[in-house]
Protein backbone atom coordinates (compact mmCIF):
# COMPACT_ATOMS: atom_id res chain seq x y z
CA UNK A 1 0.00 0.00 0.00
CA UNK A 2 1.40 3.14 -0.71
CA UNK A 3 1.16 6.57 1.50
CA UNK A 4 -0.13 9.47 -0.04
CA UNK A 5 2.14 12.64 0.21
CA UNK A 6 -0.12 15.17 1.03
CA UNK A 7 2.07 18.60 -0.33
CA UNK A 8 0.30 22.53 0.15
CA UNK A 9 -1.55 23.74 -2.95
CA UNK A 10 0.31 26.88 -2.99
CA UNK A 11 3.46 25.25 -4.05
CA UNK A 12 2.17 23.37 -7.44
CA UNK A 13 0.83 27.01 -7.62
CA UNK A 14 4.26 28.48 -7.02
CA UNK A 15 5.59 25.96 -9.78
CA UNK A 16 3.05 26.79 -12.34
CA UNK A 17 3.86 30.49 -11.61
CA UNK A 18 7.31 29.93 -12.36
CA UNK A 19 6.88 27.75 -15.59
CA UNK A 20 4.75 30.16 -17.21
CA UNK A 21 7.79 32.08 -18.36
CA UNK A 22 9.70 30.12 -20.32
CA UNK A 23 13.45 29.49 -19.41
CA UNK A 24 15.61 32.00 -21.15
CA UNK A 25 13.05 34.41 -21.95
CA UNK A 26 13.39 38.18 -19.48
CA UNK A 27 10.15 39.08 -17.45
CA UNK A 28 9.52 42.44 -16.95
CA UNK A 29 7.32 42.54 -14.44
CA UNK A 30 9.11 42.71 -11.00
CA UNK A 31 11.15 45.65 -12.78
CA UNK A 32 8.37 47.44 -13.79
CA UNK A 33 6.94 46.82 -10.06
CA UNK A 34 10.09 48.12 -8.95
CA UNK A 35 9.88 50.96 -11.33
CA UNK A 36 6.30 51.92 -10.03
CA UNK A 37 7.24 52.18 -6.30
CA UNK A 38 10.17 54.03 -7.12
CA UNK A 39 8.23 56.37 -9.06
CA UNK A 40 5.76 56.53 -6.36
CA UNK A 41 8.15 56.90 -3.19
CA UNK A 42 9.39 60.00 -5.42
CA UNK A 43 5.63 61.97 -6.08
CA UNK A 44 5.42 61.36 -2.54
CA UNK A 45 8.13 63.26 -1.64
CA UNK A 46 7.08 65.94 -4.21
CA UNK A 47 3.65 66.03 -2.89
CA UNK A 48 4.97 66.80 0.14
CA UNK A 49 7.63 69.22 -0.13
CA UNK A 50 5.08 71.09 -2.26
CA UNK A 51 2.40 71.07 0.64
CA UNK A 52 5.80 72.26 3.22
CA UNK A 53 6.30 75.00 0.47
CA UNK A 54 2.35 76.40 0.47
CA UNK A 55 2.50 76.16 4.68
CA UNK A 56 6.04 78.36 4.71
CA UNK A 57 4.63 80.66 1.40
CA UNK A 58 7.44 79.45 -0.27
CA UNK A 59 6.97 80.26 -4.70
CA UNK A 60 9.46 77.41 -5.89
CA UNK A 61 8.70 79.01 -9.60
CA UNK A 62 9.88 82.51 -8.55
CA UNK A 63 12.46 81.42 -6.94
CA UNK A 64 13.65 79.13 -9.57
CA UNK A 65 13.71 82.76 -12.06
CA UNK A 66 15.50 84.62 -9.40
CA UNK A 67 18.29 81.99 -9.51
CA UNK A 68 20.16 83.55 -12.40
CA UNK A 69 19.86 87.38 -11.42
CA UNK A 70 21.65 85.99 -8.36
CA UNK A 71 24.14 84.71 -9.64
CA UNK A 72 24.46 88.00 -12.11
CA UNK A 73 24.96 89.63 -8.97
CA UNK A 74 27.10 87.53 -7.31
CA UNK A 75 29.50 87.44 -10.33
CA UNK A 76 29.65 91.60 -10.48
CA UNK A 77 30.10 92.59 -6.80
CA UNK A 78 31.45 89.95 -5.26
CA UNK A 79 34.47 90.20 -7.88
CA UNK A 80 37.65 91.00 -5.58
CA UNK A 81 39.54 94.30 -7.16
CA UNK A 82 42.97 95.29 -7.09
CA UNK A 83 42.30 98.17 -4.42
CA UNK A 84 40.70 95.32 -2.08
CA UNK A 85 44.25 93.03 -2.54
CA UNK A 86 45.56 95.73 0.14
CA UNK A 87 43.62 93.80 2.44
CA UNK A 88 45.22 91.07 2.57
CA UNK A 89 47.37 92.42 5.42
CA UNK A 90 43.93 92.29 7.07
CA UNK A 91 42.43 88.93 5.90
CA UNK A 92 45.72 86.52 5.92
CA UNK A 93 46.07 87.05 9.69
CA UNK A 94 42.86 86.13 10.50
CA UNK A 95 42.65 83.66 8.21
CA UNK A 96 45.82 81.82 9.89
CA UNK A 97 44.16 82.71 13.48
CA UNK A 98 40.63 80.93 12.01
CA UNK A 99 42.69 77.96 10.52
CA UNK A 100 45.37 77.27 14.01
CA UNK A 101 42.03 77.60 16.18
CA UNK A 102 40.02 75.47 13.90
CA UNK A 103 43.26 72.59 14.03
CA UNK A 104 43.50 73.04 17.47
CA UNK A 105 40.01 72.03 18.38
CA UNK A 106 39.93 69.61 16.41
CA UNK A 107 43.62 67.48 17.79
CA UNK A 108 42.68 68.34 21.34
CA UNK A 109 39.02 66.85 20.44
CA UNK A 110 40.57 63.88 19.32
CA UNK A 111 42.75 63.41 22.30
CA UNK A 112 40.05 63.27 24.89
CA UNK A 113 37.56 61.29 22.42
CA UNK A 114 40.25 58.46 21.73
CA UNK A 115 40.54 58.09 25.36
CA UNK A 116 36.73 57.92 26.06
CA UNK A 117 36.38 55.92 22.87
CA UNK A 118 38.78 53.26 24.55
CA UNK A 119 37.54 53.22 27.78
CA UNK A 120 33.62 53.51 26.50
CA UNK A 121 33.86 50.31 23.70
CA UNK A 122 32.40 47.55 23.88
CA UNK A 123 35.03 45.12 23.44
CA UNK A 124 37.75 46.54 25.15
CA UNK A 125 36.13 49.12 27.45
CA UNK A 126 36.15 49.05 31.07
CA UNK A 127 32.58 48.04 31.20
CA UNK A 128 29.96 48.84 33.75
CA UNK A 129 27.95 51.91 33.58
CA UNK A 130 30.60 53.65 31.66
CA UNK A 131 30.17 52.69 27.75
CA UNK A 132 26.52 54.46 28.33
CA UNK A 133 27.58 57.41 29.68
CA UNK A 134 30.32 58.01 27.22
CA UNK A 135 27.81 57.14 24.02
CA UNK A 136 25.48 59.45 25.74
CA UNK A 137 27.87 62.74 26.40
CA UNK A 138 28.65 61.77 22.79
CA UNK A 139 24.96 62.17 21.23
CA UNK A 140 24.65 64.99 23.46
CA UNK A 141 27.45 67.45 21.97
CA UNK A 142 27.10 66.02 18.62
CA UNK A 143 23.37 66.84 18.18
CA UNK A 144 23.54 70.26 19.31
CA UNK A 145 24.67 72.42 16.81
CA UNK A 146 28.12 73.78 16.56
CA UNK A 147 25.98 77.60 16.33
CA UNK A 148 23.93 76.33 19.05
CA UNK A 149 26.99 75.97 21.26
CA UNK A 150 28.66 79.26 20.36
CA UNK A 151 25.39 81.54 21.77
CA UNK A 152 25.18 79.32 24.96
CA UNK A 153 28.87 80.16 25.10
CA UNK A 154 28.76 83.60 24.27
CA UNK A 155 26.92 83.86 27.99
CA UNK A 156 29.55 82.37 29.64
CA UNK A 157 32.58 83.63 27.93
CA UNK A 158 31.47 86.91 25.64
CA UNK A 159 33.59 87.58 22.50
CA UNK A 160 36.41 85.84 22.61
CA UNK A 161 38.66 83.09 20.71
CA UNK A 162 38.39 80.72 23.74
CA UNK A 163 34.42 80.86 22.78
CA UNK A 164 34.95 79.96 19.40
CA UNK A 165 37.45 77.13 20.03
CA UNK A 166 35.51 75.53 22.68
CA UNK A 167 32.37 75.78 20.73
CA UNK A 168 34.44 73.74 17.82
CA UNK A 169 35.98 71.70 20.69
CA UNK A 170 32.29 70.54 22.04
CA UNK A 171 30.93 69.28 18.77
CA UNK A 172 34.42 67.75 17.36
CA UNK A 173 34.37 65.91 20.86
CA UNK A 174 30.95 64.38 20.13
CA UNK A 175 31.46 63.51 16.77
CA UNK A 176 34.83 61.98 17.26
CA UNK A 177 33.88 59.81 20.32
CA UNK A 178 31.24 58.07 18.06
CA UNK A 179 33.34 57.73 15.25
CA UNK A 180 36.23 56.56 17.27
CA UNK A 181 33.61 54.31 19.18
CA UNK A 182 32.43 52.37 15.76
CA UNK A 183 36.10 51.85 14.40
CA UNK A 184 37.09 50.66 18.08
CA UNK A 185 34.27 48.31 18.27
CA UNK A 186 34.48 46.76 14.63
CA UNK A 187 38.41 45.91 14.64
CA UNK A 188 38.95 41.95 14.96
CA UNK A 189 38.62 40.82 18.08
CA UNK A 190 41.51 38.26 17.42
CA UNK A 191 44.59 39.77 18.71
CA UNK A 192 42.67 41.13 21.74
CA UNK A 193 41.84 38.04 22.70
CA UNK A 194 44.90 36.53 21.88
CA UNK A 195 46.57 38.97 24.36
CA UNK A 196 44.40 38.86 26.72
CA UNK A 197 45.18 34.78 26.96
CA UNK A 198 48.62 35.82 27.26
CA UNK A 199 47.76 37.77 30.64
CA UNK A 200 48.52 40.92 28.97
CA UNK A 201 47.20 44.03 31.21
CA UNK A 202 44.75 46.44 30.12
CA UNK A 203 47.40 49.45 29.13
CA UNK A 204 49.39 46.28 27.13
CA UNK A 205 46.21 45.32 25.16
CA UNK A 206 45.30 48.92 23.85
CA UNK A 207 48.67 49.51 23.35
CA UNK A 208 49.92 46.60 21.29
CA UNK A 209 46.14 46.17 20.13
CA UNK A 210 43.62 48.74 19.87
CA UNK A 211 45.94 51.89 18.55
CA UNK A 212 47.66 49.91 16.00
CA UNK A 213 44.36 48.43 14.21
CA UNK A 214 42.71 51.43 14.64
CA UNK A 215 44.87 54.69 14.32
CA UNK A 216 44.26 54.68 10.66
CA UNK A 217 40.67 54.98 11.27
CA UNK A 218 41.63 57.45 13.86
CA UNK A 219 43.51 59.76 11.78
CA UNK A 220 41.16 59.40 8.62
CA UNK A 221 38.21 61.03 10.73
CA UNK A 222 40.69 64.01 12.82
CA UNK A 223 41.81 65.11 9.10
CA UNK A 224 38.24 64.95 8.20
CA UNK A 225 36.84 66.73 11.57
CA UNK A 226 40.24 69.21 10.51
CA UNK A 227 38.27 70.41 7.42
CA UNK A 228 34.67 70.61 8.89
CA UNK A 229 35.90 72.90 11.28
CA UNK A 230 37.62 75.25 8.95
CA UNK A 231 34.24 75.84 7.55
CA UNK A 232 32.51 76.25 10.69
CA UNK A 233 34.90 78.16 11.73
CA UNK A 234 34.16 81.14 9.62
CA UNK A 235 30.28 81.19 10.47
CA UNK A 236 31.25 80.71 14.60
CA UNK A 237 33.82 84.25 14.12
CA UNK A 238 30.81 85.92 13.04
CA UNK A 239 29.37 84.83 16.27
CA UNK A 240 32.10 85.66 18.60
CA UNK A 241 33.62 88.52 16.50
CA UNK A 242 36.89 86.62 15.50
CA UNK A 243 38.97 85.15 13.23
CA UNK A 244 38.15 85.37 9.19
CA UNK A 245 34.39 85.15 9.85
CA UNK A 246 34.03 88.45 11.92
CA UNK A 247 36.50 90.31 8.96
CA UNK A 248 33.80 88.74 6.28
CA UNK A 249 30.89 89.99 8.61
CA UNK A 250 32.53 93.75 8.73
CA UNK A 251 33.21 94.11 5.18
CA UNK A 252 29.74 92.94 4.17
CA UNK A 253 27.98 94.90 6.46
CA UNK A 254 29.97 97.89 4.91
CA UNK A 255 28.95 97.17 1.49
CA UNK A 256 32.51 96.56 0.43
CA UNK A 257 31.33 93.29 -1.38
CA UNK A 258 34.75 93.21 -3.45
CA UNK A 259 36.68 92.70 -0.17
CA UNK A 260 34.18 90.28 0.93
CA UNK A 261 34.66 88.15 -2.24
CA UNK A 262 38.31 88.29 -1.76
CA UNK A 263 37.32 86.58 2.22
CA UNK A 264 36.04 84.11 0.72
CA UNK A 265 38.03 83.20 -2.60
CA UNK A 266 40.43 82.81 0.58
CA UNK A 267 38.27 80.44 2.73
CA UNK A 268 37.95 78.33 -0.07
CA UNK A 269 41.44 77.93 -1.74
CA UNK A 270 42.07 77.04 2.15
CA UNK A 271 39.32 74.64 2.53
CA UNK A 272 40.11 73.32 -0.87
CA UNK A 273 44.35 73.10 -0.27
CA UNK A 274 43.06 71.18 3.43
CA UNK A 275 40.75 69.09 1.48
CA UNK A 276 44.18 68.10 -1.00
CA UNK A 277 46.11 67.74 1.87
CA UNK A 278 43.98 65.20 3.68
CA UNK A 279 43.50 63.41 1.08
CA UNK A 280 47.12 62.51 0.25
CA UNK A 281 47.62 61.93 4.02
CA UNK A 282 44.52 59.28 3.63
CA UNK A 283 46.25 57.79 0.61
CA UNK A 284 49.50 57.09 1.95
CA UNK A 285 48.46 56.12 5.29
CA UNK A 286 45.85 53.08 4.44
Request: charged fraction near 15%.
Amino acid sequence: MTERVLRPAGLFAGLRARRAVPRGQYDGSFFRRRTMAVVAVALVFVALGALSGTYVGFDFAQAILDVPGGFAWMATQFVPSFASLQKLGTILPALGSTILASIASSCTAAVLAYISAVLGSRSVGVGGPFPLIVRAVASLFRNIPVVAWAFILLFSFKQSEFTGFFALFLTSYGYLTRCFLESIDEMSAGPVEALRACGASYGQIVAQAVVPMSITSVVSWVLYMIETNIRDATLIGILTGTGIGFVFDVYYKSFRYDIAGLVLLSIILVVIACELISNFVRRRII
